[in-house]
């Protein structure tokens, strides 16, 4: 078994700390890590009867209280050809699991910023984004 790299580790963790995130805003978490040949959505969920279909995208950082200082956002990782992938993966996922036309869903970004020196994160909930 090949080792993780520190990326993976990271994004791991972010996902992790996502799920947590979610379920204490009461969201259940139905998948994660859905895996098809035009894509991977890391994390589905439920909340209120909608289905959110959830891209979480981590960075660590040295101090999480000067982040917004260097002016990267980890949102900007999310190129057209990335939505293109998730949007696929969405229709392959909805019609997989024959889920109704009539049910609600929302695509979502989670950001996660990981401060391994002091043990700490901080998560931002981007949620309905355009697809």
Same mark, same amino acid.
């Given at each position: 078994?090949?080792?993780?790299?520190?990326?993976?580790?990271?994004?791991?963790?972010?996902?992790?700390?996502?799920?947590?995130?979610?379920?204490?805003?009461?969201?259940?978490?139905?998948?994660?890590?859905?895996?098809?040949?035009?894509?991977?959505?890391?994390?589905?969920?439920?909340? /209120?009867? !909608?289905?959110?279909?959830?891209?979480? &995208? +981590? @960075? *660590?950082? =040295?101090?999480?209280?000067?982040?917004?200082?260097?002016?990267?956002?980890?949102?900007?990782?999310?190129?057209?050809?990335?939505?293109?992938?998730?949007? /696929?993966? !969405?229709?392959?996922?909805?019609?997989? &699991? +024959? @889920? *109704?036309? =009539?049910?609600?869903?929302?695509?979502?970004?989670?950001?996660?910023?990981?401060?391994?020196?002091?043990?700490?994160?901080?998560?931002?909930?981007?949620?309905?984004? !355009?697809?």
């Amino acid at each position: 078994m090949a080792l993780k790299t520190q990326k993976q580790v990271t994004g791991t963790l972010g996902e992790d700390l996502a799920c947590r995130f979610l379920m204490k805003h009461g969201f259940e978490i139905v998948e994660r890590n859905y895996w098809q040949k035009c894509g991977e959505i890391d994390i589905i969920a439920k909340n /209120k009867g !909608i289905l959110h279909f959830i891209e979480v &995208k +981590s @960075v *660590s950082c =040295e101090n999480i209280n000067n982040v917004s200082d260097n002016g990267y956002r980890p949102e900007d990782n999310l190129h057209s050809w990335k939505l293109e992938r998730l949007k /696929k993966t !969405i229709q392959v996922y909805l019609n997989n &699991k +024959s @889920v *109704s036309s =009539e049910t609600v869903w929302k695509f979502d970004v989670i950001t996660v910023y990981i401060d391994t020196n002091n043990k700490v994160s901080r998560v931002n909930f981007l949620e309905n984004i !355009i697809l």
